[in-house]
């Protein structure tokens, strides 16, 4: 089973030129390339609202709703209030905001997601002063209780993907997890899996960005037992939701 654990659907503002996707083209791509269920979030210019109420009944897929945290949004505190028990995971992102996952005003957000072990992904980049991994490694250990999955495995850089592994497993950070979505360098990619261990991998393509197809063989091509895979493409995902209260 694959379980997309990171597709946008919805349209992206000048960053991204005006993109726009919709969740029956999501539909088509991801069923097409053999993918089972996806956590969908929108883009910095759809509402939670508009995308929840897509695709959280769909009947033509299974969808996971993963809420974007905006402090800026005015829409946000009562959106999270109304739906909070179907909502899976909630998402950040400390590049489009402008601000580190430090933030105060990311704070009451964290503290909720820690209440209900929800499940945080945090977009990690190049951009070191906002969006390092090291940020969410403070989190971490603010917040123990929120299962952190660290995207674009820590920096979207093979020089941070290990750094940012090796960190992990050096100071056991039991609740921090690594998403593979439009990581290319499949020689790292290997290597961080083998250090900081299969169970805390989470596939998922960066959709309406990347292809659920471009990244697949990434995951098929590591060089760990098919069980281990299983965890990545499904397993990993699906225990992190469940254990979400
Ligand atoms: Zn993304």
């Known amino acids: 089973m694959i379980i997309d654990s990171h597709i946008h659907i919805g ?8 993109y726009t996707s919709t969740v029956e083209q999501a539909i088509y791509v991801m069923k097409s390339s053999g993918v089972d269920a996806a956590v969908c979030m929108p883009t910095d210019s759809t509402s939670n609202h508009e995308l929840f109420a897509q695709t959280i009944d769909n009947r033509d897929f299974k969808f996971y709703y993963m809420a974007w945290i905006n ?3 005015p829409e946000l505190d ?5 739906n909070i028990n179907r909502i899976s995971l909630f998402k950040i992102h400390p590049s489009l905001q402008k601000r580190r996952i430090t933030d105060p005003s990311f704070v009451k957000y964290l503290a909720l997601a820690e209440s209900r072990r929800i499940p945080v992904v945090v977009h990690c980049g190049r951009w070191q002063e906002i969006a390092s991994y090291k940020f969410c490694l403070e989190v971490s250990v603010m917040f123990p209780g929120i299962p952190l999955i660290l995207a674009h ?5 093979p020089g941070l993907i290990m750094e940012c592994a090796i960190e992990i497993a050096r100071n056991r950070y039991n609740n921090v997890y690594l ?19 299969a169970d805390k991998v989470i596939f998922g393509s ?40």
């Open 11 to 18: 349209k992206w503002s000048e960053v991204f030129f005006n």
């Open 71 to 73: 402090p800026m949004d």
């Open 78 to 82: 009562k959106f999270l209030e109304n």
């Open 153 to 157: 495995m820590g920096g979207d850089q």
């Open 179 to 197: 998403g593979t979505e439009s990581v290319r360098e499949f020689y790292f990619v290997n290597n961080a899996v083998k250090i900081v261990g």
């Open 206 to 245: 960066d959709y309406n960005l990347g292809l659920p197809s471009m990244y697949i063989p990434l995951i098929e091509s590591l060089d760990i037992p098919a069980t281990d895979k299983e965890q990545i493409f499904s397993g990993n995902i699906l225990r992190l939701i469940s254990n979400r209260s």
